[in-house]
């Protein structure tokens, strides 16, 4: 197979993460940014387009396999908002406490709080795979108005989980990594990578 991955994102945490889970097949995985990749433009509508644009910029530019995540909140009652543009949805430049202040004012008279995190990867094994190992996961929640936790990062101190009585910034991170959208995506891309072994 390949013993080598460029990770479409210069983000360290989420490379700790994934090459733990690599790790034991034997699978290397390198930031884009060491091999002078710039982030690719993300201007499709979905997470899914928005990932295999990602993993297919990487990968034609280093010649390597590579991995891609577009991830974010969508919201019910925003139909689905900030969806692709969780990351800048209030704007340039980034920034979380801005975004989770528009996301609670724009709910302010809305009694449906439903929100579901998503998160799709996308693995391609050279630029113009035909085949593209594409996984998601799905995380179910409600948005709340008073941040509660210290963990975690954008929207997780407002993502309220009904099933532990706490936000996700209030989880244990080994926990979080395990049952979030990004552990249930990886899991799962984990999987259709070993049919392929």
């Known amino acids: 197979m390949f013993d080598r991955l460029v990770l479409a ?31 690719a433009e993300e201007p ?13 910029h990487a990968s ?3 010649g390597l396999p590579a991995l891609a995540d577009d991830s974010g909140i969508c919201v019910e009652a925003l139909g689905g908002a900030p969806g692709v543009l969780s ?3 209030a704007g340039e ?16 008279n809305e009694s449906n709080r439903r929100a579901w995190y998503t998160c799709v990867l996308v693995l391609v094994r050279h630029a113009d795979d035909p085949q593209p ?6 995380w179910m929640g409600e948005v709340v108005d008073t941040p509660q936790g210290e963990h975690g990062f954008g929207y997780d101190p407002y993502f309220w989980l009904a099933e532990h009585g706490t936000t996700v910034a209030q989880l244990d991170p080994q926990l979080k990594n395990r ?9 799962a891309l984990l999987k259709k990578l070993e049919a392929f072994a």
């Open 44 to 56: 499709y509508f979905t997470f899914v387009e928005n990932a295999l644009e990602k993993a297919r």
């Open 60 to 62: 034609r530019l280093t």
């Open 87 to 89: 990351a800048r949805f």
């Open 9 to 39: 994102s210069n983000n360290p945490g989420k490379l700790k993460e994934f090459s733990a889970l690599f790790a034991p097949l034997g699978i290397t995985l390198v930031p884009q940014g060491e091999l002078n990749v710039p982030e």
């Open 179 to 187: 049952i979030s959208h990004r552990g249930q995506a990886l899991a």
């Open 93 to 108: 430049p980034k920034s979380d406490a801005a975004n989770n202040a528009l996301l609670v004012e724009k709910l302010a």
């Open 133 to 138: 190992i594409i996984a998601d996961g799905i």
